[in-house]
């Protein structure tokens, strides 16, 4: 009786059009290619244990049911949403009775990474001995996620967000399937695909949704924007998109590519990033990207971000705004960040060094009879208020730490330099 309940229930267009074949799965070409890994290993009609690691809606359920037909195994899928150890148990238990008759089992485990490290774990001799092909699925970096013993004996497959030709292809698969053209002008088919951003099952839910309207008049792009719901942006503040995006910002402004930089803030905003995290990062970007080549550059960024925060958002996002596009635009110099890095290293190396006595204090009368202050040259009773005299560790050669680039403001300091090192050579 379910069965007949069930069989009133209209599917889902997208599970409709669940590819049950390798050749109508779409936009995944780079692994399922002829000479591609994950290819090659189909056409020999094998499997073993791998991750799909890839973005919502790219097919990584599709491809793990038609890796199980592929191959001719049985397919065991679990939600690590949904299941525990006993599932796990069972699912074991079922293919080890397979196992004895000579038949696979291909375990699907959605989610994988919210499976905690003793979940994880318990793979691992299932997995070694053969009992299962373990195929994983997560939207995560397995890198961060994932028991290094685990992704040992697996392989990591990456899947991509469907590019623009394959979801052209699933509407063209849809309209067929429904027997009806979409109600869409062409510039609205076109801000569809970009609405998608890559997922496939997203596509399909608002295709259906547009199946549902009348077949004319055809809608514009704005009317699609409201007949449909946006997809929201994939952005999670703890996870791997959160730094992507801060580092394309950070790249972006240290290429000075100002507009590559804004679409990047941009991204982060509208996925609901702080603004108080994007503000450290760019006054970290006034120092170790910019520094002496601009000293303004850190105080910009400071009265941006104090800006931000006595305006709050949306007001106060122009002030991020105005930042960016101050210090893409700002010349560009790391001397400072290598030179505190050199020296640092120098240091570690001379630890145990104390500084010449002459440039101690000698606040009491021993220190004196030690020999503290003796000799120090009062710098200011020069000509140019440049002694020459040698401030590094008696016995330790000199060091040249920083070395500042022919940009902005640090052309300046490069003609100070040349100055003062040709005094203190006089002086030798």
Not at 18 to 45: F, I, K, N, S, Y
Not at 118 to 128: C, G, H
Not at 228 to 249: G, M, R
Request: net charge neutral; glycine share 6%.
């Amino acid at each position: 009786m379910s069965n007949l309940f069930e069989s009133l229930i209209a599917r889902p267009l997208a599970e409709k059009m669940r590819p049950t074949r390798l050749e109508l799965l779409v936009g995944q070409e780079h692994l399922l290619a002829h000479d591609a890994p994950l290819g090659r290993m189909l056409r020999e009609r094998r499997a073993s244990s791998m991750i799909l690691w890839g973005p919502p809606g790219s097919g990584k359920t599709t491809l793990a049911k038609i890796i199980a037909e592929h191959v001719n195994m049985n397919f065991e899928p679990l939600s690590a949403v949904f299941s525990g150890v006993s599932d796990l148990r069972k699912v074991f238990d079922k293919a080890l009775e397979r196992k004895k008759v000579g038949e696979e089992t291909l375990l699907f485990v959605d989610e994988i990474h919210r499976f905690n490290r003793a979940q994880q774990d318990s793979f691992l001799p299932f997995v070694e001995d053969g009992t299962v092909v373990l195929v994983g699925a997560t939207t995560e970096n397995p890198s961060f996620e994932l028991n290094s013993a685990l992704l040992s004996r697996c392989k990591v497959f990456i899947l991509q967000k469907i590019a623009k030709a394959g979801l052209e292809n699933l509407v063209k698969r849809a309209e067929k399937l429904e027997g009806k053209e979409l109600p869409l002008e062409q510039r609205a088919r076109d801000a569809l695909l970009s609405m998608a951003d890559g997922d496939g099952r997203f596509l399909l839910n608002m295709i259906e949704e547009l199946f549902h309207l009348p077949s004319s008049p055809k809608l514009t792009t704005e009317e699609l924007s409201k007949a449909v719901q946006k997809k929201i942006p994939i952005y999670d503040k703890n996870k791997d998109e959160h730094y992507n995006l801060i580092s394309a910002l950070h790249k972006s402004l240290r290429g000075s590519d100002v507009d590559a930089a804004l679409y990047w803030l941009a991204r982060m905003l509208i996925g609901g990033e702080d603004p108080n995290y994007i503000s450290r990062r760019l006054l970290r970007f006034a120092s170790e990207d910019i520094g002496m080549a601009d000293p303004n550059a850190v105080t910009h960024a400071i009265s941006c971000w104090d800006g931000y925060k006595r305006i709050g958002s949306p007001e106060g996002d122009l002030f991020l705004a105005q930042s960016v596009i101050y210090l893409a635009t700002a010349p560009k110099s790391n001397a400072a960040y290598k030179a505190l890095s050199n020296a640092v290293s120098i240091a570690k190396q001379n630890a145990g060094l104390a500084p010449p006595k002459h440039i101690l204090n000698a606040p009491t009368e021993l220190m004196k009879n030690l020999g503290y202050g003796k000799n120090y040259s009062y710098d200011h009773n020069f000509a140019n208020s440049f002694s020459g005299q040698n401030y590094f560790p008696e016995g330790m050669e000199r060091f040249c730490f920083y070395k500042p680039k022919e940009t902005g403001f640090e052309r300046e300091i490069i003609k100070r330099l040349q100055y003062w090192e040709k005094l203190r050579q006089d002086k030798e």
